[in-house]
């Protein structure tokens, strides 16, 4: 069995921050890095390495896309499989974000106890 | 390959919690975009108010949809999307009229925010400060009616409340509706030739109803103590019953069980791991602080007095190591236990960490249950060994130096809470010729004898050490000088009219005390309260005695 994955968990919002950590550690067991900003996150990346990223699409400063962007510039994060959250899930932006290099999009509010779940299939896809 | 780590139950309860957070900060939250959208209305910086407003509306539609508040949060999404439309769009050419109507939408959203509201899910209030003024109820499980009655009949004079049963199934009915506080069960049953070590498993509902469980046997077979051990047995006790030794293994099973919360003290600086941690604790009933300066640790130390330390290893400024080692400089911290937490998985990192004065290292990610069992376990040892050290061998109260840190404790708390606490003095009047007249035997008798008058008749959560000689301190958290000065006064009557015997003399004793309260005495400490405490003790000796007197 492989390691437990090391999610990085980008969201400016702390009370789902507080939400997604109980659901990725407790109910998923993940080893989670949370961080506020596009910025802290490019920080706080190269430390953790995590194993796979999600990103919330909407944040003041960087946001998701652009993140992504800077993220993939680093040879360590080339492929680090990278979902997208966020609460808009038409067909054709799901479509675009996935253009950008996002392996998926989960949508936002999402449900806690089957968070998890849903992430450790798009890590094992 | 999911993997839940904590019971579904424990997070449900974990986010609930959260959602009644958020749900409370909401109204705020709203009054401020109300602001906004007022200040838009009254066309002040459009632009900016504009972008402000799209920000919180989406944080609002976001956190409000995971919070379960789904109305509002797609409310809020059309609230927002009118917005953005507006930014991509040259605001002068919207008419004010329109921005008066997003105002009265936004206000709107208030009375959806109530109607959630009375969705929320109550949080259920702590049994356990009801039950502080009960009886501890003993079932009492005997085939003998003899033996049951007498006993029943004894203990019921020791205060419990007893309910007798004459056989396991008839007290096995009653535990699918009722529960006791403690269980005390023969082992041999004749009639139904059972024991009840080999057979308790067939009376489900007796057997997993998980109070503390002591039997009482005649026979001392090495198999049934097994038996009982496996059982989780507290307690093993031969006939003819040793009534005074079996009633001091009840006393100390439910003073086990009526200790105050457990106190643990987080050092993290990820505000949300913190936060995290601590609802975990918290929902084991626990009293838990955050601390995210670890330059205050000491500080803290002494206001919060945590029984336990659970430490990040790495934080930004410090390590781990370096803050126990800070603690363990200090005399008074030498034996708090610290437990670092961490996503070190080396193990020579973790044997490191733990000499250099911590107690145990738990790795990250670790689940609910096993935080609470591991915080749990460590803080009932250290109250175990810490008892042994500070418990008086006569009367089994505290010792002065115990009593001392007990009421900086309390002093602290009741600040802390904002509740009274009151602190008495009690003394044996003319202890001394007691002693001369029937010797120290009898004189020990009498403290003794104090000492169960005070069990008897304080409240569980109510806190007892013999401070000298003859002399008692009882600490009286949440509790106003007026109240403790009726209930001192009960004692001290009923203490009058205990009649001891010694070699056909009977005679009778009075006792003094002085009563102390943080309310009216509001910047005292805990050493004041009791030097406080003490001059009305001596003061009621002045007065004549047999009385009782408040500072």
Known sequence: MSALPRILYVEDEPDIQTVARMALEMVGGFEVRICSSGEEALQEAEDFVPDMILLDVMMPGMDGPSTLEALRKKPAFADTPVAFMTAKVQPAEVAHYKSLGAREVIAKPFDPMTLADQVRAIWES | ?551
């Not at chain 2, 799209?54 to 809020?76: I, M, W, Y």
């Not at chain 2, 206000?107 to 009960?134: F, N, V, Y």
């Open chain 2, 1 to 551: 390959m999911s993997r839940k780590a904590v019971a579904s139950a424990e997070i449900a309860k974990l986010l609930e919690q959260q959602r009644a957070d958020y749900r409370a900060r909401l109204p705020e939250q709203l009054t401020q975009l109300q602001k906004l959208a007022d200040d838009l209305a009254l066309g002040k910086r459009r632009q900016a108010i504009l972008e402000e407003l799209h920000q919180r509306l989406h944080k609002l539609a976001g956190a409000g949809g995971t919070f379960g508040l789904n109305t509002l949060s797609s409310r809020v999404q059309s609230l927002e999307q009118q917005v953005k439309d507006w930014l991509s769009d040259p605001v002068d050419t919207v008419d004010a009229a329109i921005w008066r109507s997003f105002a009265s939408n936004l206000a709107q959203l208030r009375e959806l925010m109530a109607e959630s509201g009375h969705q929320a899910i109550a949080i259920l209030p702590d049994a356990t400060e009801e039950a502080d003024e009960q009886a501890v109820r003993v079932w009492l499980v005997e085939d003998d009616p003899l033996v049951g009655r007498e006993l029943a009949q004894q203990l019921e004079s020791f205060n419990y409340e007893v309910c007798y049963f004459q056989c396991l199934s008839d007290a096995e009915q009653a535990a699918h509706t009722n529960c006791p506080d403690i269980l005390i069960m023969d082992v041999m049953f004749e009639q139904a030739g059972e024991n009840a070590t080999k057979v308790l498993h067939r009376y489900p509902a007796l057997k997993d109803i998980g109070r503390p469980l002591l039997f009482i046997s005649s026979s001392d077979d090495f198999q049934s103590r097994v038996r009982a051990s496996r059982l989780g047995a507290e307690g093993y006790f031969l006939k003819p019953l040793d009534v005074p030794r079996l009633i001091n293994r009840l006393a100390e099973i439910s003073e086990k069980r009526k200790q105050p919360p457990q106190r643990v003290l987080i050092v993290d600086d990820d505000t949300v791991l913190a936060e995290h941690y601590r609802l975990i604790l918290l929902s084991g009933g626990m009293e838990v602080e955050v601390l995210q300066q670890p330059e205050q640790i000491i500080d803290r130390l002494e206001a919060f007095r945590p029984e336990l330390v659970l430490m990040d290893l790495y934080m930004p400024e410090y390590r781990g190591q370096d803050l126990a080692g800070v603690i363990r400089q200090y005399e008074n911290w030498a034996g708090l236990p610290i437990v670092f937490l961490s996503a070190e998985t080396d193990l020579n990192v973790q044997i490191q960490a733990v000499g250099t004065g911590a107690d145990d290292f738990l790795t990250k990610p670790i689940s609910g249950t096993h935080l609470l069992a591991a915080v749990r376990v460590r803080i009932a040892r250290a109250r175990q060994l810490s008892a042994q050290i500070s418990r008086d061998s006569l009367t089994g109260l505290l010792k002065h130096a115990a009593i001392k840190e007990m009421v900086d404790i309390e002093a602290a708390r009741s600040q802390r809470i904002g509740k009274p606490v009151t602190v008495a003095m009690l003394d044996i009047d003319h202890f001394k010729t007691v002693n001369d007249t029937y010797g120290h035997a009898v004189g020990d008798l009498v403290i003794s004898s104090v000492a169960m008058l005070l069990r008897q008749r304080l409240r569980r959560s109510d806190i007892i050490g013999r401070y000298g000689g003859e002399e008692f301190a009882v600490i009286l958290p949440e509790c106003s000088a007026e109240d403790a000065c009726r209930l001192l006064e009960d004692i001290r009557l009923r203490f009058s009219t205990v009649h001891f015997n010694h070699e056909g003399r009977e005679f009778s004793c009075t006792l003094s005390a002085g009563l102390a309260s943080s309310r009216e005495l509001p910047n005292h400490g805990g050493a004041e309260l009791l030097v406080a405490a003490d001059e009305a003790l001596y003061s009621a000796k002045r007065g004549g005695r047999d009385q009782v007197q408040v500072a």
